[in-house]
């Protein structure tokens, strides 16, 4: 980590303002200018390690991954467990590393050191389960489902990750109980859940109802609307899935806004409202003007 004293002065505004900046560029995908910024933002710092700097370097560490720069991103994050020890976060992170460029012994230290800090966070079994399912070690990732399974916990929330896993497991009966049990202690998510589980069985007309209702929750979520919209898109209800993709863009906090904008263009050709995918395409084009695929995209619908 970066973190001489330098002639900054006010370094902590100068500093967030650069990381800003970094943030804005991995936005639009330009890594290797977002890490140039956070570099400089680091530069500021003042000799000391405080939660700016560890918010900087989890952003710098992103950047650096997403640029196919894993080495140095582990380094970044070997210097976030050092500074930032009792995150879960930083080991993780690493070890996700380790995973994919196949030294799966380091990947499972790391991923047994996070999970040994946050014991009871079932999102982090579940996001080891993936990443190591995703390369190929099956085996090692059920291992972390398993233990999740085994945590003694009978709060609601421990019900709906769990529904979750059994979910993932393919044990439906055990997941639909755990599910209504989340549901019934208002747990807004286990709808989205149960939903998957009655689409698989091809009961859409529960599912469509367990849907709508999470969807008008106020604890909806634009990455939770984005999914939904997707659901609906690969069953063919392309007028629902638009609707989902509008409602997520309307969320005063979006954090998947060019996946709901990319969405809603597809909605709408499907919908052969060619029109309409147009304009939103250049909205969508405005905000991320170095994107080739929608670039092409749009030479195709100014010919509709």
């Known amino acids: 980590m970066a973190m001489t004293v330098t002639a900054c002065s006010k370094y902590d505004e100068k500093e967030i ?7 804005e560029a991995m936005d639009v995908k330009e890594y290797d200018k977002a890490i140039k910024y956070f570099n400089k933002a ?18 710098k560490g992103a ?14 994050y070997s210097a976030l467990i050092k500074y930032d020890e009792d995150n879960f976060k930083p080991y993780f992170l ?17 991923y047994d050191a996070a999970v040994a800090i946050d014991e009871k966070n079932y999102l982090l079994y579940i996001q080891i389960y993936e990443n190591l399912n995703g390369l190929g070690y099956t085996d090692q990732g059920m291992v972390y489902l398993n233990n999740a399974l085994d945590i003694k916990d009978r709060s609601a929330e421990s019900k709906y990750y769990k529904g979750r896993i059994y979910y993932i497991l393919g044990k439906t009966s055990d997941a639909e109980k755990l599910l209504k049990k989340a549901i019934d202690k208002d747990i807004v998510e286990a709808r989205l859940y149960l939903a998957k589980l009655y689409q698989d069985q091809g009961d859409y007309k ?6 709508d209702e999470y969807a008008k929750s106020e604890e909806v979520t634009s990455t939770a609307l984005g999914t939904l919209g997707d659901i609906e898109m690969t069953n063919g209800n392309y007028e629902n899935a638009l609707g989902y993709y509008q409602a997520g863009l309307k969320l005063d906090s979006i ?11 597809a909605a709408f050709e499907k919908l ?17 003007p170095n994107d080739e695929t929608a670039k092409k995209e749009l030479i195709f619908l100014e010919t509709r």
């Open 255 to 265: 954090d998947n806004m060019p996946e709901l904008m990319k969405g809603q263009v």
């Open 272 to 288: 052969y409202r060619f029109s309409e995918a147009r304009d939103a395409l250049i909205q969508y084009l405005e905000k991320y």
């Open 42 to 59: 680091l530069d500021c710092s003042v000799g000391k390690v405080t939660d700016l700097e560890l918010d900087i370097n989890y952003y």
């Open 206 to 211: 529960k599912a469509g109802e367990l849907l």
């Open 63 to 76: 950047a650096q991954y997403n640029a196919g720069l894993f080495d140095d991103a582990a380094t970044t």
């Open 94 to 110: 690493r070890g996700s590393i380790y995973a994919k460029e196949g030294e799966i012994g380091q990947a499972i230290t790391d």
């Open 17 to 23: 303002a650069l990381r800003d900046k970094g943030i």
